[in-house]
């Protein structure tokens, strides 16, 4: 089955602090990867794709097919960073989601 | 430019009653999915449009949920005799291209927050 896990409900850091937002995928096949972020009163937005291999406003993922996850890292929270945060998974005509991890930066 | 927008914003409706969402994808978008997201979950897939065809409706969830794109721009998505369970928010996407061809951005509304009591 098709399905991506992100273990946290919660991430609580104080600003400065590093950050990892951990995410699992169960896919047969070479999967393509997503991290969306929704902050406050916006919409969901992609975050960075795993094929583009940018660094998007600090945070980074790397794709581990050994250990199946993606997760998103960035070495310095910011305030500004707090937001909800989806995981995807590209699946047949769909993206299928995470439940996601919602990160709140603490000044 | 515009994004893609979905309106009403806020639903609230009796049980049993029908509701349509609609949905205005980006201009020149090909593409258009309804997504459905509980409190406390991600967004689950409802259904996809290439232009006006649906090709793919493997996520409504039972007969109340209805679809369409007649002119394949905007969307509509239908739920009759809604029930509690429904309440949830509706979000609408838009690629430029179609699935399976290119690896096309996905675009979000800001989805439709469907209460029914």
């Known amino acids: 089955a098709q399905r991506v896990t992100q273990p946290e409900k919660l991430l609580s850091v104080f600003k400065g602090a590093p950050v990892e937002l951990k995410c699992n995928y169960s896919?047969?096949?070479?999967?393509?990867l997503f991290w969306y972020v929704q902050y406050s009163r916006q919409r969901l937005q992609l975050l960075l794709r795993?094929?583009s291999r940018e660094s998007i406003k600090g945070f980074t993922a790397d794709l581990n097919k050994g250990e199946t996850s993606f997760h998103l890292k960035k070495p310095f929270a910011q305030e500004e960073d707090s937001a909800m945060y989806y995981c995807a998974l590209r699946g047949y005509n769909k993206l299928i989601f995470g439940a996601g991890t919602r990160l709140a930066v603490h000044p | 430019g515009a994004g893609v927008s979905q309106s009403p914003r806020y639903k609230v409706t009796k049980r049993g009653q029908d509701v349509a969402l609609r949905c205005d994808p980006i201009s020149g978008h090909v593409s258009l999915y309804w997504y459905r997201q509980a409190l406390g979950q991600g967004p689950e897939f409802l259904t996809y449009f290439n232009y006006e065809a649906q090709q793919d409706k493997s996520g409504l969830p039972n007969d109340r949920f209805s679809a369409e794109r007649p002119e394949g721009s905007i969307s509509t998505l239908t739920i009759q005799r809604t029930e509690q369970r429904d309440s949830a928010m509706y979000r609408c996407?838009?690629?430029?291209?179609?699935?399976?061809?290119?690896?096309?951005?996905?675009?979000f509304g800001p989805g439709t927050r469907l209460t029914v009591t």
């Open positions: 996407a838009s690629s430029l291209g179609p699935e399976g061809v290119g690896n096309y951005e996905q675009y």
């Open positions: 896919y047969s096949g070479s999967p393509e």
């Open positions: 795993h094929i």
